[in-house]
């Protein structure tokens, strides 16, 4: 197998700018970008559709997990049970050329929410679905000798609804909490880098940098800037399987604004993520990931999931 083949095997697990839209509400940081793993960065189109599965159930306040029996209620601040999201995401990368090429994203997110609300004894519940906000991110991959590194910059936009709302329990028709709407109503600068290479005979590895900077709130809600990092390593070999591990980090400000949850926004979160992609065919591929958390830190009372599942298909064409 040659050294382009390689590549362009790796390229199909890496980064799949770490699920960017705010990792608070959506908590998934796993990297399925396959350019910026160094698995494909060949000119022309590549379709790229990942599921993520995660139900943040764990009520925590700092590294600690948190016994919801201990607190009575009503309770003077809200005491959330657990919110299940279901995103699917549609990546769309087009390469104009060996240097420069261009990636749009697409979420669709399904999301069940149950929560006490401060004051309250019983439970509201929310079921909220749409279109998420949209990524469009351009991509350089310099170094005409090797092209092991990148740059990439670019916005997401507010494309998300803002107004969904409680379905049932005494916050029925009461709107949720702005982290838990389908889109966060601002728009986000994109700044990220990337590296790949050969660690040894068989082993290759990648690092990855993504930064978001929201530029404007909307409706008295703006959401914390965040940094996601990611590093990989995998094992590329002549069978049709090829085994990564992954370390996912995401480091969240508080959101602000009258809106805004300030108190209870804002963590820092790290995950090991084992997975593997299999070459179906010349031109489509499949991964699949777990993700288990090693390190959790959040401000105020947040719930975190206990682990995330992704699978996800790859077609170049």
């Known amino acids: 197998m040659t050294s382009l083949q390689k590549t ?124 998420g906000d949209v990524r469009v991110l351009a991509r350089y991959q310099g170094d005409p000798a090797e092209r092991h590194w990148g740059l990439q910059f670019g916005l997401k936009l507010p494309t998300g609804r803002t107004d969904q709302g409680f379905a049932a329990g005494p916050q029925a028709g009461q709107p949720l909490d702005r982290g838990l709407q389908p889109g966060t109503g601002s728009t986000d600068l994109l700044l990220g880098a990337y590296r790949f290479g050969t660690v040894a005979t068989h082993f290759d590895y990648f690092a990855q940098a993504l930064l978001q900077l929201p530029l404007q709130g909307k409706d008295g809600f703006k959401p914390g800037a965040g940094l996601n990092l990611s590093l990989g390593l995998r094992y590329v070999g002549d069978g049709p399987v090829a085994p990564q591990l992954q370390l996912n980090l995401r480091s969240e400000r508080r959101e602000s604004g009258v809106n805004a949850d300030t108190a209870n926004a804002g963590s820092t979160l790290a995950y090991l993520s084992p997975g593997l992609t299999a070459t179906l065919s010349e031109q489509l591929k499949a991964y699949a990931f777990i993700q288990l958390p090693v390190y959790q830190h959040v401000n105020g009372l947040q719930i975190e999931p206990r682990f995330s599942a992704s699978v996800g298909l790859h077609y170049a064409y």
């Not at 000119?43 to 607190?71: C, K, M, P, T, W």
């Open 8 to 131: 362009a095997i790796a390229a199909a697990l890496a980064t799949a700018l770490p699920a960017a839209w705010a990792c608070s509400s959506c908590g998934c940081t796993l990297s399925s970008d396959w350019a910026s793993q160094g698995l494909y960065a060949a000119s022309g189109l590549s379709l790229d559709l990942r599921h993520d599965y995660f139900n943040q159930d764990e009520l925590r306040s700092g590294s600690h997990r948190v016994d919801r029996a201990g607190i009575p209620l009503p309770a003077d601040q809200e005491i959330q049970r657990n919110t299940a999201n279901h995103i699917s995401t549609l990546t769309l990368d087009y390469g104009f050329s060996p240097d420069w090429a261009v990636t749009l994203q697409l979420p669709y997110l399904l999301r069940s929410h149950a929560t006490v609300a401060q004051g309250d004894t019983e439970l509201s519940t929310s079921r909220s679905s749409g279109i």
